[in-house]
């Protein structure tokens, strides 16, 4: 099966804009064991749109079209499209409607412009919009008038800001999609999570003892960012999660102590959730991350239930203050040593009552090394009831990647650390 995603929008061409679409979509059609052929980003001109769908149509049995559909004089997908297919549009009044009641609940006066979002191709979907005025839109194309004689496409259009897109599609497209496409083979896919191991390493590791299972059962694939890698199992057919299974155990019993999670699991999630399901709370002293470990914890929701607090140490005299670093550490180690980490993770720990105290102090650069400390030295600690753990690092990076390795660094060693983990 053909699957095809064009993203409109001349500000994604200009940079201007991160194209998140590509991923979501991407992942949630192979969730449903169907995999996108083909992707591209477009300008917002009309050759451009109208080209580029009668090119998809002649290839896929599926098209995906985002943005373009809101009110303003850029927003030309809904009518390109039309115009490409020979179909009028029509006033939706459940569509006009809900655009009015958008703006009466806001006490907001509504532009007669945005009245042109309640034109709908005919013969289309609607689909409504929980968070925005511009509805989605789907069109089955039986014939499909570009592609091969007999075939059908269906052509789905949907909003370019992903907080309607997204809503959208995981409610109102996929059942529509199981009603269009009911027989599509088995699919499994699961990606485990790793991190503190570098890419090489893990193929390395792992791609040997799979090799019975990537002669033709399962396809592997790695995916490394900055900090992760990913490890990628897909199977097709009826054995496929039987495969896929046995990859995972193998995998796990090789380097079992890197996996954090799988799939959609991010690291800071997956800590709050072992400390949630062991009692146990947490109190954090940053000063090179200057408050991102907090960030990354209390962006989780339930982390209310087991983060105390945190604190940015920045300066020596608030390492002294806050957390209780001795000044006599300060002098004969300096700010940045295992002796200065131990003790704001001690500190921080004795004045939160948590328990588990995490503190990191490094050089961020581009200056400020030395010839016995480089830029992007850190010292991480961890301090518990029985014990204080610390770990040095040289981490020579930009400031802001300096930031989330630290961080992802950190949050693995109380991941590691936890009960719930051993």
Do not use: W
Request: charged fraction near 20%; glycine fraction near 10%.
């Amino acid at each position: 099966m053909e699957i095809e995603i064009i993203n409109t929008g001349s500000e994604l061409l200009l940079g201007r804009v991160l194209n998140t679409h590509q991923q979501f979509l991407c992942s949630q059609l192979a969730n449903l064991g169907m995999v996108v052929t083909r992707q591209v980003a477009i300008s917002d001109t009309g050759p451009a749109i109208q080209n580029a769908v009668r090119e998809a149509l002649g290839r896929a049995e599926l098209i995906i079209v985002t943005g373009g559909l809101g009110p303003t004089s850029d927003d030309i997908t809904r009518d390109l499209i039309a115009e490409l297919l020979g179909k009028k549009l029509r006033v939706d009044a459940e569509a006009l409607s809900r655009i009015e009641q958008f703006f009466a609940q806001r006490n907001r006066r509504m532009p007669e412009t945005t009245k042109v979002q309640a034109l709908v191709p005919e013969g289309s979907i609607v689909l409504q919009n929980a968070h925005g005025t511009a509805p989605g839109l789907v069109i089955e194309l039986d014939p499909n008038p570009f592609g091969s004689a007999g075939k059908r496409a269906v052509l789905v259009m949907l909003p370019g800001p992903p907080r309607e897109l997204r809503p959208m599609f995981s409610k109102q497209v996929i059942p529509l999609l199981g009603k269009y496409f009911p027989k599509l083979t088995a699919f499994v896919c699961r990606t485990l999570k790793t991190t503190g191991i570098g890419e090489s390493y893990v193929e390395e590791k792992i791609a040997g003892p799979l090799k019975h299972l990537t002669d033709g059962r399962i396809e592997l694939g790695y995916c490394a960012r900055v900090g992760e890698v990913d490890v990628r199992l897909v199977a097709h057919g009826a054995d496929g999660e039987c495969c896929v299974a046995e990859a995972e155990k193998i995998i796990s019993g090789l380097i079992g102590a890197h996996i954090f999670g799988r799939d959609d699991d991010v690291l800071e999630e997956v800590v709050v959730r072992q400390l949630i399901a062991a009692k146990k709370t947490l109190a954090i002293a940053e000063s090179c991350t200057g408050g991102f470990i907090c960030h990354r914890i209390t962006n989780v929701p339930g982390a209310s239930e087991v983060f105390l607090n945190g604190m940015v140490t920045y300066s020596n005299e608030s390492k002294q203050r806050l957390v209780g670093v001795h000044s006599e550490t300060l002098a004969q180690f300096g700010a940045v040593s295992e002796a200065t980490a131990r003790e704001m993770a001690e500190g921080a720990r004795l004045r939160s009552n948590a328990d588990y105290a995490i503190a990191v102090t490094g050089i961020a650069g581009p200056g400020g090394g030395s010839t016995e400390k480089p830029v992007g030295t850190v010292f991480i600690a961890l301090a518990g009831a029985e014990k204080t753990v610390t770990q040095q690092h040289l981490l020579q990076y930009d400031r802001e990647t300096f930031k989330f390795v630290t961080s992802q660094l950190a949050l693995d060693l109380l991941r590691r650390t936890l009960p719930l983990h051993r």
